[in-house]
């Protein structure tokens, strides 16, 4: 059965919406990554100003009874309850595990600078949802249609 040009018209624009589709997304999922990243920084940085604050707190010397011992004075130290031996950070940072997600990631300084643009990136994020939403609108039509079609010809 030979194919007719409509047919391969059809095919070709379904192909082309396909492309389209798929790079929009691809658009749409680097976007909300690079905002995930940002959003990952400013974390990063709230959790060390806290853990500095808390670590800084937990540090002071608290007041020793006379019943405790000159030994006990000299090697009790206070710990972190989340990190009882004060070595989890330098470990996270060796792990090789860290190491390689880092390489897969932007340099930071790339992400610093983008966290300038973010309030552009949030007032573009609406007009992303919408030309995705309008799309997809028209992409259930057309299946829709494209499916009403197919029975239409088999009967």
Not at 62 to 83: C, I
């Amino acid at each position: 059965p030979q194919v007719s040009r409509a047919q391969t018209l059809w095919a070709r624009t379904y192909n082309r919406i396909v492309k389209w589709h798929s790079k929009h997304q691809l658009n749409y999922w680097k976007l909300y990554a690079q905002q995930l990243r940002v959003e990952n920084v400013r974390l990063r940085q709230l959790k060390q100003t806290t853990t500095s604050l808390t670590t800084r707190y937990a540090n002071e010397e608290e007041p020793t009874t006379s019943s405790d011992s000159e030994a006990e004075r000299l090697y009790h130290r206070p710990t972190n309850k989340d990190d009882p031996y004060g070595d989890t950070d330098d470990e996270s940072a060796n792990d090789d595990c860290h190491r390689a997600h880092t390489k897969m990631q932007r340099p930071v300084a790339t992400v610093t600078t983008v966290a300038a643009v973010a309030p552009e990136e949030e007032a573009e994020e609406p007009e992303w949802d919408e030309e995705f939403l309008a799309f997809m609108e028209v992409s259930a039509r057309h299946r829709l249609e494209r499916s009403r079609l197919k029975n239409e010809s088999v009967h």
